[in-house]
Each structure stands twice: as structure tokens, then as C-alpha cells.
């Protein structure tokens, strides 16, 4: 009932939300993709894109069939793969910040080994620093972290800022050290967040040391101190303290995928393809 290339046209504007990046994602002309998704609103009966000059939004009816579209278009393809005698096979070492764990990574992780059951995926969570010190040691295919940004290597999937994060009843008086609440060194966030501090003249100490988000986050909501936090990742019930205590800028970070040059690029760039290609969600 509906045709796959129509399907491919619609999910790319759908996580686009823009004709233009759909059509060039797919190599295609704008004016086509404008037209597969006309055909495929047709062949569904129902308005699935909403448009004017200002956006262009999903309807009720096109979330559900981008769900649909997803789930055709990896049935396809397994089994063209499969009767092909092409199904991709092989082992994925794959290591991630922890954090990303609030994203929608896990869902995009689920249904790549559903696309790829051949392949062997081993997940590995830690911090950025120590997963990527994992992939150079040859420990690790790929790893998933929060980089420096505009670092050249790897591939970025968000471009992101570092921010002061705390609870809205946080006090800091100015005279006195700012209580950190960080993850153990090395780490990017806690070393940007102490040379930001020191280039202000600025006194800290470390009120609580932490290997995990969970922690860093039960400790804020204690009242133990101040956190810094990419501003994507930060939950409802903490809020940005950065300019009401005048707070150091910290710095851009760029969520990044690193690859080992070693490892299986087949393999390796189908996961990249995965995550940069669903476009993460926070």
C-alpha cells in the first residue's frame, strides 16, 4: 500500500522538519520529495505534514506514520539483506557518556540490534574521557562522548553548552568557595568548570566527587553544591544558576562520535548512521 521510496522521503522531512535537509539527505531535488510525500498522504488518506511559512510540524497522523515507516522500511531491508546473503554481521565494542542514557539513544540502540541481529553490539558506559582513552587503547570501536568542541575528530551529532546548574533555592555567597559537585578527574566538565572558576579568581571546592550522572544529580538535589551540565541534559527540577551568581562561562560542548580507525568501518558506520541519522532527542 505504500510505496517504500514515497515511506524514505516522508521519514527524512519528518526528522528533518525541513524539505530542503530532507532532500538533500537523500540526494534528491526538493520539488521530488515535496511530491513522495503528497503521494504517500494520498495512498494514506490523511494529512501527515502541516506547513507554512514558518515550519513545518508533524500531525497526529504523521507521528504515527513515521512509527509505521520506521518499522516498514527496517522489515525491507532486513530482508533484502537477508536474501541477498548480505546481512551484516560482525562485533560493535560501543562505549557511551552515561549521561546520554537520558536520551533517546537507548531506543535508537534497540532498534539498530533489531535491524542487525548478526551484529555482536557490547555496551560499555562510562565517562567521556575514560571511554575515549578505551578507544585509543584499542579497547573500544566507537565511543559516544561529550567533546571538546570544534575538535576535529569524530562526527558531531548536537552541538551543545556547558551551563551552572543547581537547585532555584541555591545559595552561593560571593566570599565563599563554590561548593562542586563533579565527576572525578580526568573529566572534560569538571576541568573546564575549574580553569573557568580560577581565570575568575574565583575559590571552589569539591563537595562531592561522583563516577556517575545519578550521583551528580542526587547530590545537586541535595543541596551539596552546583553541577556543570550540558544545557540539552538537565532536568526540570534543577535549574541554570550561571548569571545570578555571575558565574564563569564555561564552554561549548559537541556530543561527538569517535571511531576506532581499526575497527570494522561497516560496522561502525551503520551504528553512526543510526544515531546521527534518527536525530537525538533529548
Known amino acids: 500500500m505504500f ?9 527524512a522531512v519528518a526528522e528533518t522538519l525541513n524539505f530542503t535537509k530532507a532532500a538533500e539527505r537523500l540526494g534528491l531535488a526538493q520539488p521530488t520529495v515535496s511530491q513522495h510525500v503528497q503521494k504517500l498522504e494520498a495512498a494514506a488518506k490523511r494529512s501527515l505534514i502541516a506547513r507554512d511559512t514558518r515550519e513545518v510540524r508533524l500531525t497526529d497522523n504523521g507521528d504515527a506514520m513515521a512509527g509505521f515507516a520506521r518499522s ?5 531491508d532486513a530482508a533484502a539483506r537477508y536474501f541477498a546473503g548480505s546481512a551484516m554481521r560482525g562485533r560493535l565494542r560501543f ?14 540502540l534497540r532498534e539498530f540490534r533489531q535491524l542487525y541481529p548478526e551484529i555482536n553490539l557490547e555496551l560499555t558506559v562510562g565517562q567521556s574521557d575514560q571511554l575515549h582513552r578505551r578507544l585509543k587503547a584499542g579497547q573500544l570501536d566507537l565511543v559516544f562522548v561529550k567533546w571538546v568542541a570544534g575538535t576535529a575528530e569524530g562526527e558531531v551529532a548536537r552541538h551543545d553548552t556547558f551551563a551552572w546548574v543547581g537547585l532555584e533555592q541555591t545559595a552561593l555567597p560571593r566570599d565563599a568557595p563554590v561548593p562542586l559537585v563533579a565527576y572525578p578527574a580526568p573529566s ?9 572558576l580560577e581565570a575568575q579568581g574565583r575559590r571552589w571546592k569539591v563537595t562531592c566527587s561522583t563516577r556517575q550522572i545519578a550521583g551528580v544529580l542526587a547530590a545537586v538535589r ?10 540539552t541534559l538537565i532536568p526540570e527540577d534543577l535549574t541554570v544558576i550561571t548569571r545570578r ?15 576506532n580507525p581499526l575497527a570494522n568501518a561497516e560496522v561502525s558506520d551503520a551504528l553512526i548512521r543510526a544515531i546521527v541519522g534518527r536525530g537525538l532527542k533529548w
Open 72 to 76: 516498514i522500511l527496517a522489515e525491507q
Open 222 to 231: 541535595a543541596g551539596l553544591g552546583v553541577a556543570v551540565m550540558p544545557s
Open 188 to 196: 572534560l566538565s569538571r576541568r573546564l568548570a575549574i580553569d573557568a
Open 245 to 259: 551568581f555571575d558565574l564563569p562561562p564555561v564552554g561549548d560542548v559537541d556530543f561527538t562520535l569517535i571511531r
Open 95 to 108: 562505549g557511551a557518556a552515561d549521561d546520554l542514557a537520558n536520551t533517546s539513544l537507548p531506543k535508537i
Open 3 to 11: 510505496d517504500p521510496v514515497h515511506l524514505r522521503s516522508f521519514l
